[in-house]
């Protein structure tokens, strides 16, 4: 969310990044929301000297009447009574002028960072870097489904039964293999000096708008019947509310935090051949990594976020490349995102296993989440990123430490987590 002060000394720096972003359509919305604003401005300023004028003339009624001037003093109540009566007009109008521009504030785009490539879509993100060797192995890798099934250790069809499509059992080592990889994450971040949070599974609407837009609200979250609550898609909302309304001692800063939770998400629009296993469901378990810190420290803390989950599947023998998502492909509170994708011997190709964003001050001036001390008070910068989500990163796990046998090599870093097992050896062979 852009500061409205900003917006109204640029308007056409704001013009220019809605441009950016491919969003002509919101172009009209700057000059509606500064006409707004400047009636909310003046409704305000008069409202602010009718207060003043209130205070000023209720202590002379009492003076008047003391002095015996009993009519002056008639008068001065009738000014007030009117002056109140004109207050409430003007209160209901700066209530209704500022909830309109706070509306249209809530859709226009951050500012992006003058590094991100301009481009319409993620078909236009740039590839930065390169970790691990890619190798296709000189055997067939089946669909990660089939690897699954001949550890028996998945059951989409009784969950499509239980719960409908997008959902699955995991058993057996592969739902072991899940757990280590959390696990693993978990202590992977710990280690790295970030302070471990289970938070709720659910937050309130006013969080919700908080954190992220109303196009992603709409296309990920679920909504409680009944209940001013939604499932969370992802920790990091909760985390981030965690300071909903708070002021954060600048001693305290940077926060640097990694949560474990479910995640629950519609996936509106997710078709494709990757349906029928596991790649987009609407339930799955992630690790991740969220930064509360001073604004000049958010690079530093952005370039920290993506490593991490790079040394992370590294440490897992997986090969991985980073992403700079274009202009296009940046939801609108983001100032500057990476993607980290996973190899995929089986595809040929690299898919998304991580999101790592910096929102700048978007989510802190929603939240009204400020950090500072006594004299000075601001609005600190928010970033998080994905350290693993499992099962989608069993997908690059499972293909890249498949063996011809059908067996699966468990990294060493792995093992302590998996009983010290070194490899997974299928029961039934199912390819």
Partial sequence: MIDIKFLRENPEVVKQN??????????????????????????????????????KNSKMIGALMGQGKKEEAEAMKKQVADDAKRLAELEQQEAELSKKVNDIMMVI????????????????????????????????IPYHREIMESFEGIDLDSAGRVAGNGFYY?????????????????????????????????????????????????????????????????SEHSMIGKFIDTIVPEEKLPQTLTSYSPCFRKEKGAHGIEERGVYRIHQFEKQEMIVVCKPEESPYWFDQLWKNTVDLFRSLDIPVRTLECCSGDLADLKVKSV??????????????????????????????????????????????????????????????NLNEDGSVNIPVALRPYMGGKEKLIPTVYAF
């Fill in 109 to 140: 785009p951050n500012i992006i960072d003058p590094t991100v490539p301009i481009g319409k879509d993620d078909s236009e993100n740039v590839e930065i870097e390169r970790f691990g060797e890619p190798v296709v192995p000189d055997f067939e």
């Fill in 170 to 234: 995991l058993c057996g080592d592969i739902a072991r293999l899940h757990s280590a990889v959390i696990s693993y994450a978990r202590d992977f971040m710990i280690d790295r000096g970030f302070t471990y949070y289970i938070p709720p599974f659910m937050i309130r609407s006013n969080v919700v708008t908080g954190v992220m837009s109303f196009a992603e609200m709409d296309a990920m979250m679920y909504k409680i019947e009944g209940e001013d609550l939604y499932l969370i898609g992802t």
């Fill in 18 to 55: 809605i441009k950016n972003k491919f969003q002509d359509k919101k172009l009209g919305l700057v000059d509606e929301v500064i006409e707004l604003d400047a009636q909310s401005r003046k409704v305000k300023g008069e409202a602010d000297n009718l207060r003043a004028s209130r205070n």
């Fill in 339 to 400: 993607d980290v994708e996973a190899w995929s011997p089986r595809q040929q190709k690299y898919f998304e296993v991580g999101s790592c964003s910096n929102l700048s001050d978007a989510q802190a001036r929603r939240l009204k989440i400020r950090a500072g001390g006594k004299d000075k008070k601001y609005f600190p910068h928010t970033l998080n990123n994905t350290v693993v989500a499992p099962p989608r990163m069993l997908i690059a796990f499972l293909e890249n």
